[in-house]
Each structure stands twice: as structure tokens, then as C-alpha cells.
């Protein structure tokens, strides 16, 4: 059984809820072994072997490999966590942000500074619905 | 008799630390952004606390996926700037109100507030973001410091209601502890911004306005605000802002609007920031 939630239907919004918690899990507490700096040399030298200590699913950890940032938000993953992936990477929040939105870094910038993303026309996924 | 005098909104997104930390905030990208501070930094000179109660959200550092307190307040007597994945913040340890914090702790949780209590915790840059915000880059923090961190990374957070009642409770207990010392409030996090998947980016100035207003004239109605309204409008992050009742809730009924800065953007965020003074001077209320 699953229950309706009010916020389903934001577009491009994955809420990070009780349910995407169990999900991703264990995908989060590999983000956040990265915060520290043995974490993550430890992971660069063997990102396979590192992840192994790690009981998530196969595609988590090909989605982690592949940097496939939205597949990890999907299976799971809270911004929050996967942006310690992406440090370990060297990209900031920005840069990560314009990754998923399959943006380029110049043109999401641009965006930003021109005011960002509007409300009108991203509220409802009814909205989205046709792209 | 400790009083609290005065509220601080402030967002605190991680990039306005890095351009402090690393000397950028002459760029023309950040020029705009710093300038709307120079005020708040006169104002808390002048009228310089004794103790800020900051309320913050602890994003994944502290506190991982193992353990999500809804509201953990920081009883220790230093709180270390935390490796977030980029390497600690250089900047200064923070000192907490050992006496005051565990006063209040027992005061909130007897209000039937049912808080965590830290000893140990490390600050991430939820909280020393909005204190470089306000005191720049010294030596040392210019005050004492006792943190609230509130959950906002899982949902749900915990209702704006629910966070201006504790404000509510926060101030009693302030109000009844005997040293004469002088509490700012800081309400910190948001505007309006998303930070994960295709949505990244969202900005909602309007409803930021809106909010602002709100807080300062009529906080019962902002209080009101459901969490899906936050989430739709204000982006997915932009749920951070429950933390702002918190602060609201500590201050009286009526206060005077000091101080407002907006600006778009920084990084992927709208930057706001409030300072409410008390009229009463943060007399017994």
C-alpha cells in the first residue's frame, strides 16, 4: 500500500522522506564516511573494495560509480549526503545543481544570476507534463 | 535577569563562507550580498549579546543517517567547525553557556519540550556561516554561543508551529535565569531555494517577501504555513525556514524591523536576512 502524498506532485523534487530513508540508507552512510579525510583517501584509492564495506544494492553502487547524481537521489539518496561524494570529487553545490539539471555550468549560473528558476510554470508536475 | 533583546533571520548558504574564507567578497558576484551586512554588523556592535541562541540545521555532519534528532540543543563548552568533506572552516571555536544552555534545557523539556542534549558536536557551516555573517572574520567569536540544531534534512521537519511554541518556551526560560546577560536569537537557513534534481535553482522572491512580512507582523499566520507550501513554492531546501519561528516565537508580539536585506543569488539560493528588536527591550513578558 502506498499512501497519497501532498507533496508528489512537485515537479523534479525527490522528498527525502522516511521511505527514500530505508531505501537509501546504507548509500547515505557511504556519503558520509567521506566527510572525513581518511574516508575519502581511502575511497580513491579503491573505490570498488571501499563500497564493498558498504551493503547497498548493485545499482546504488553503479550509480555512485557512474556519478549518476539523480539515479543516486532516486535510489535513495538525500542532496545533503551526495554532495559529500561530490566534495571528495572537488564540485561545490552549484556545480552539482547544474549536473542534475542537465544543464551546462555556464548556463545554470546565468540562470542564477538572472533571478533563478521561476515558481510560475513549477509547481505541478501537470506543468511539466508534454517535455 | 537574562533577556532576550533582539531576533537575527539570516540565510546560511556554504558559499558565502568560502567567500569570506578564501577573500572574494569583493567580486562583483558578491559584492551585492555583503554590502546588505555592513548594517547588521554595525547593529550587533552596538548592541553586542552576551550569548547567541543560534538555531540551525546540521546538514549530515553531526549527525549522519543514523541518528535524526528533531531538536538537539548544544550543552557543551566548545563546539568544532566540522570537516563537511572540503576540510574545516578556518575559523574560530565556538564557546558555549554551559550554565545557561542546561538551564534552558531543563526549562523547555519541563515546558514539555522534548530536547536532545549534546555534549559533544561538532558545527557545521549551518552555524558558523551566520556568525561570520554578522561578527566578520576576528579572532575570536565575540560571544558565547549555545546551538540548536532542528532536523530539516528528513522529512518531516518539525511544524512552524511547533518551532514558534518552542521560541515561546525558549524566551521563558531565558526570562527566568538570574545572570544579567544580554540573548540575540538567530533564526537561520533558507530563502527560497532548491538544491537536488531537475528543480535545482527555484526562486520564489514573492513568496520570500511574503515571508519576511509575515514574521515580523503577523508570525502567528507564518507559523501556520504547511510544510507542503514551503516545499512547492519556496523549494525543496527552502523547508529550512521553520527554524526562522523559532526565533520569531522568542521575541514579543510586536517588534520593530531593523533591518532587511534580499538578494538573488548566491550560489543556488536566495539570500534573506531580518534583525527584529524588541520594543520592550526584552523585558519579562
Redesign the interface.
Known sequence: MTAKKDYDDIPGTYVFDADMSRKGYHLNMFCTSLRQATGREAFKADESGYLDKYPMSAAQKRAVQDRDWNEMLRLGGNIYYTSKLAACDGINFQQLAAMMTGSTQEDYRDMMLKGGRPIEGNRYKSEWEGE | MARITAGVGVSHV??IG?AMDTGLTDEPYWQPVFAGFEKSRAWIRENKPDVVFLVYND???AF???MIPTFALGCAAEFKP??????PRPVPVVKGHQKLASHIAQSVILDEFDLTIMNEMEVDHGLTVPLSIMFGQPKAWPCLVIPLCVNV????APTGNRCYNLGKAVRRAVDSYEEDLNVVIFGTGGM?H??????????????DKRFLDLLTEDPVKGSQIP??EY???AG??GIEMVMWHVMRGALDADVTEVHRHYH??A??T?VGHIILENKGNGAKV
Open positions: 556554504p558559499a568560502v546538514h549530515c555532519t549522519s543517517a543514523a566540522a570537516d563537511e568533506g572540503w576540510g534534512v528528513q522529512y518531516p527560497s532548491q538544491l537536488q534534481y531537475k528543480r535545482a535553482g527555484l526562486i520564489n522572491p514573492e513568496w510544510h507542503v516545499m512547492r513554492e525543496s531546501e538573488v543569488p550560489s543556488n536566495a
